[in-house]
């Protein structure tokens, strides 16, 4: 089992620019979650979607963010514009029903 | 009051010694808890979930649920050096885990 997959693992853009983030969850696992990891906020749950739908988006930032998840193996998240304030790790997490996550290995952003 | 929170650390502790953790949530109608080990710039990592009252052991590892004052607490004995991490507690309710801030252990040889 390769785990969850995300790409790229780092990104640096200028502010402004548009920033997909891409994950590929674990076989079999019906929930998929994006977390954004910053030491000032710790880990925030930024949206979840259970069998490709979204739950709960409520921890997205405002409307720059977007997420989608077309099917059960693929999910982005987009931000558009970005701006230096979006500068984090973004996690992808995948579990089977509502268990322990597993990780992806994380994407870092840099928006300068 | 954070939903989750956890001893600020960091935690030192000498190699052999054992390690606690502890974490206390606000909401009582949450069921499933977890802890994850993170280390530094790495993704967490799953090492324990419980969900009812009492010790859960996993090797080194034991997990303590308190429901009733809303604790949940992680003992890592024999501590290695390889432990030194951030340690995260996590809470699921509503369908969805809360994070705590982590602590920080180190383990000193």
């Known amino acids: 089992d390769a785990g969850v997959i995300q790409s790229p693992r780092h990104e640096v853009t200028e502010m402004g620019q548009e920033v997909t983030l891409r994950c590929k969850p674990i076989?079999?696992?019906?929930?998929l979650f994006w977390y954004r990891q910053t030491m000032m906020r710790g880990l925030e749950l930024l949206i979840y979607?259970?069998?490709?739908?979204?739950?709960?988006d409520s921890g997205m930032p405002e409307d720059r963010f977007s997420a989608k998840m077309p099917n059960a193996s693929f999910s982005t998240l987009k931000i558009q514009p970005s701006e230096p304030r979006d500068s984090a790790v973004y996690f992808c997490?995948?579990?089977?029903?509502?268990?322990?996550?597993?990780f992806g290995s994380g994407t870092r952003l840099t928006v300068v | 009051q954070k939903e989750v929170e956890q001893n600020s650390g960091p935690l030192s502790v000498p190699e052999g010694a054992i390690a606690s953790l502890n974490c206390t949530y606000s909401d009582r109608v949450s069921q499933s808890f977890f802890w994850y080990r993170q280390y530094s710039g790495k993704s967490p990592e799953l090492i324990m979930s419980?969900?009812?009252?009492g010790d859960k052991e996993d090797g080194r590892f034991t997990a303590q649920l308190n429901k009733a004052s809303q604790y949940v607490s992680l003992l890592i004995r024999d501590s290695q050096p390889s432990d030194s991490a951030t340690y995260l507690c996590a809470v699921i309710n509503a369908g969805k885990s809360t994070f705590g801030d982590g602590t920080t252990l180190t383990v000193k040889p």
């Open positions: 997490a995948s579990s089977p029903g509502l268990n322990g996550y597993t």
């Open positions: 979607f259970n069998n490709n739908v979204p739950i709960d």
């Open positions: 419980i969900y009812s009252n």
């Open positions: 076989s079999g696992h019906d929930y």
